[in-house]
């Protein structure tokens, strides 16, 4: 009788965890895994203390470690990240602090910072005046589950940051949070093409039209795959997928390795300016530094034929990229962000193009310092796909390609998407990009500065010499 009673006690104490778990929205892998999925957050709670006794430090994970995953689900959950005992990091840079840091009432606000001519050759008839330095890069509906799209749309929003739609096209996701949306136009165009594959300039117009759609984005490259196209498993593409990106249904979503009308500098030059006479609106590049030349031809172009010129360029760096790539692509392919990002700035500048051309800089620039660092770099913007999957959930299990993501943000399965409550998951993506902005003011205001804006290579030292390019540094 006694056995018998406790075996009901521990029957119904589980059925009543069972029963919270699946009707809670705060913890996907809870809903999804109900029970079991106590045993991680355990593990993620005492695991600290645990590892004071293992060879397993805190900083070995790939490709992000367990610091800077951290750092962000307790930055989205709104938990401090103050740290006690002093740093376990290891960095190759430093910021220059002032003897005389800004005081709180001489602090002012980051400045929005306009993208495309107003007046002039190359203009277009709606620039747009983007009012973050940190943003969401470009992860396609299809990659990403629509509840995981929903809820940075909604995320974005709260946060007044924008958002690019990654190659996969424009879909109702994207715009039902209300946010600012950059239109990216993929080596097959999807969203944007005709029955033969070819650009649609109706389709170019009818997105144009949405006010939220606010810039448009010709990618060449992302650093997971330079010099090979997107890549979505066949699973993936369902019918909404297939009618979104005009494919097939159930076949795998494979993208040209380039533009098949983009073969060289004036043919780009030439699309960029198409883009922005349809739609009016202004058009940047996304690209991954490689060959030496292209910056200094490219650049040289854009003074000889300004009509050419994009507004803004996209550098993405070769350990950067969400989606599925081969490994070799994603291992020794593209520069890393540490190189080109101090590349493409100076050779922006010494063209006299810094106020032509605005840079956004991408490839694991996840939380404050690296954001910092490529603001001294020269990056006008910032924009993370990573760090905002982390910020949904995201565990690093690794399975974004095979549609059976743990926490819903990559699934197929509608069992495991329902678990990813968008509502839930938008504030704490809002969270995250409040508190990377605030911590970069922090590190702005310790160098003396009233605000992130005035950032420059004299901010920053190396302290690694040689370490990632970092050498580029101020001295």
């Keep these: 009788m ?22 809670q929205t705060t913890h996907t892998l809870l809903r999804n895994f109900p029970v079991l999925g106590h045993f991680r957050y355990f593990s993620e709670s005492f695991g600290e203390y645990m590892r004071q006794y293992q060879y397993l430090p805190d900083w070995l994970e790939r490709p992000f470690n367990r610091l800077e995953r951290a750092w962000i689900y307790r930055t989205a959950k709104g938990i401090s990240n103050l740290v006690s005992f002093g740093s376990e990091a290891t960095p190759a840079f430093a910021f220059r602090n002032a003897p005389f840091p800004i005081l709180d009432e001489e602090r002012t606000a980051w400045v929005s910072k306009r993208v495309g001519l107003a007046e002039g050759p190359g203009s277009c008839r709606v620039p747009y005046d983007a009012p973050s330095f ?169 003074l000889a034929n300004p009509e050419h010129c994009p507004d803004y360029v996209q550098i993405d760096g070769g350990e950067g990229g969400t989606g599925a790539a081969p490994a070799p692509l994603a291992d020794y392919v593209g520069l890393p962000i540490t190189q080109a990002l101090p590349l493409v700035a100076e050779a922006r500048d010494r063209f006299g193009l810094r106020d032509r051309i605005r840079i956004i800089a991408s490839g694991k620039l996840v939380t404050p310092d690296k954001v910092a660092w490529a603001l001294c770099m020269g990056a006008d913007f910032v924009s993370s796909a990573r760090g905002f999957m982390f910020s949904l959930g995201c565990i690093q299990a690794m399975k974004c390609g095979s549609g059976h993501c743990p926490t819903g943000v990559t699934a197929v399965d509608p069992r495991l998407i329902a678990g990813l409550s ?38 920053v030292t190396s302290i690694e010499r040689g370490v990632g390019g970092f050498r580029n540094m101020g001295s």
Aim: net charge positive.
């Design 134 to 302: 940190f943003n969401i890069s470009g992860m396609s509906y299809g990659a990403l589950s629509h509840a995981a799209v929903s809820a940075l749309s909604k995320g974005a929003k709260l946060a007044n940051i924008w958002m690019a739609t990654g190659e996969g096209g424009l879909a109702k996701y994207h715009l039902e949070g209300g946010c600012d949306v950059i239109m990216q136009i993929g080596t097959a165009k999807y969203g944007v093409r005709d029955k033969d594959g070819n650009l649609s300039e109706d389709r170019l117009r009818e997105i144009a039209a949405y006010p939220q759609v606010r810039m448009f984005e010709v990618k060449l490259a992302q650093g997971a795959k330079p010099g090979k196209g997107g890549i979505l498993p066949g699973a993936k593409v369902s019918a909404e997928i297939a009618a979104i990106r005009g494919i097939p249904v159930g076949q795998d979503s494979i993208s040209p390795n380039r533009h098949t009308d983009i073969g060289n500098i004036a043919e780009l030059g030439a699309f960029v300016h198409r883009v922005r006479s349809v739609t009016g609106k202004p058009v940047g590049v996304k690209f991954v530094a490689g060959q030496a030349g292209f910056l200094d031809d490219w650049f040289a172009d854009c």
């Design 2 to 23: 006694t056995i018998t009673f406790i075996v009901l006690l521990l029957a119904l104490a589980v059925f009543a965890v069972y029963w919270r778990d699946t009707h």
């Design 422 to 459: 968008a509502t839930d998951k938008s504030h704490r993506v809002a969270k995250y990009a409040d508190r990377v902005r605030e911590e970069v003011e922090i590190i702005a205001h310790s160098c003396g500065l009233p605000n992130a804006g005035g950032f420059n290579a004299g901010h």
